[in-house]
């Protein structure tokens, strides 16, 4: 994964051109005037919610927001790799020019991912696309332009989608923390009109996430499995489609003690104690466990003889396995049926969302890997 040969850059140049207005030289007023003061982060925890009422301004409200689009935009950029303080807030970004076979996006909502984190930080440095980076893969919003080539959406059409079709590989430049983000209409699918703008940013790498890599391991009806993780972005919706989508006959899933009965109400028959239990020690062993968290070491002594270990993050042991994630539009479309009847359902992380103004916050949140579902950013100006 990590040895794949770069592109050469000249394929982003359109945004390479108007980004020297924001890259690396950021007059000094402007740096006192847009950093994010992180010193008065609150990181303390509000009680649990799976967000079933609507949080976003209704949909007609958002779509007459939607006027002529301007030439520039608020966005946060990253000019180099690092921790946190290399964000920036700029409010000067040219708006991405849209291709044949693109939509532009009025972003409403987006969603953080831990790969965004480690993208900022260069870990993916061999693959990604030239800096500066406006970060952001999962989004959410309105159609407010379409290229020539576009037969799905029109003009109004409210969507939601993973922007990048490879996760590490030539990943968008313009990312989904703007105003605007131009995206193929085969990435992305029709919001579901049950769900919200901040439900919907917060599923599309998460749930596609999860679907493929239960399709992977070859997961069918009356199949068991284990999550590990199961309160995570990821982990709680595998347990759900696991046992709406795909049938499973047996769900278990691991957490902290805080999330138990969160994951006993997302479909888990066993909700683990991660600080209590060793899952080592269960009686039974499971068809397939999927390791969201980077124990994959442990995940492969509870699995099956011919069984199945999806590896995350952390080091994979075998017989487990790594998969980098493809979005797809057909995934979301498939899956919107069960998100429309309320059999799969987002989970947001209670400190959400993050206003555009917190989303150095929202990177250092998530980068101490104790959030509960999706962190999102809302509203998006």
């Known amino acids: 994964m990590e040895t794949i040969l770069a592109s050469a850059p000249s394929k982003f140049t359109s945004f ?43 949909a007609s409200t958002e779509a007459t927001k939607v006027g002529s689009v301007p030439s520039e935009m608020k966005a946060w950029v990253y000019g180099e790799y690092g921790g946190v303080d290399v964000l920036k807030f700029d409010e000067k970004v040219s708006v991405p020019q849209v291709k044949e076979d693109q939509v532009l996006i009025k972003v409403v909502a987006a969603a953080l991912n831990p790969v965004d984190a480690k993208r900022r930080q260069g870990k993916f440095k061999a693959t990604d696309s030239p800096l500066p980076t406006v970060p952001g893969y999962d989004v959410a919003g309105v159609v407010v332009k379409v290229g020539s080539q576009v037969k799905e959406f029109k ?182 049926p069960y998100l429309e009847s309320g059999k799969v359902k987002p989970v947001v992380d209670p400190k959400g969302p993050f206003p555009f103004s917190q989303v150095v916050e929202a990177f250092s949140y998530i980068e101490t890997n104790r959030a509960t579902g999706k962190v999102v950013i809302y509203p998006i100006p």
């Open 155 to 336: 003009v109004g059409d409210e969507v939601y989608g993973d922007i990048n079709e490879k996760a590490l590989e030539e990943p968008k430049q313009f990312g989904s923390f703007a105003e605007y983000t131009a995206v193929e209409e085969n990435l992305l699918a029709l919001k579901p009109k049950k769900l919200d703008f901040v439900q919907a940013a917060g599923l599309p790498l998460a749930i596609e996430t999860a679907y493929e890599g239960l399709e992977r391991t070859g997961f069918s009806a009356g199949k068991s499995i284990l999550v590990l993780n199961g309160s995570g972005g990821v982990g709680s919706l595998v347990i759900q489609l696991a046992k709406q989508v795909f049938g499973a006959s047996i769900v278990a899933a691991t957490s902290g003690t805080r999330n138990l009965e969160l994951l006993k109400s997302l479909g888990a028959d066993l909700a683990i104690d991660y600080t209590k239990e060793n899952i080592e020690d269960l009686p039974e062993k499971f068809d397939v466990v999927y390791d969201a968290i980077g124990q994959c070491d442990r995940a492969v002594k509870v699995v099956k003889e011919g069984g199945a270990v999806v590896a995350l993050t952390g080091a994979v042991t075998p017989p487990g396995f790594r998969f980098v994630v493809t979005s797809n539009g057909a995934v979301l479309k498939k899956l919107n």
């Open 16 to 58: 390479h051109s108007v980004s020297q207005r924001f890259s690396l030289a950021f007059p000094e007023n402007r740096r006192r005037k847009n950093l994010v003061n992180l010193k008065g982060a609150s990181l303390s925890y509000l009680p649990l919610r799976v967000k079933a009422n609507s949080q976003a301004a209704p």
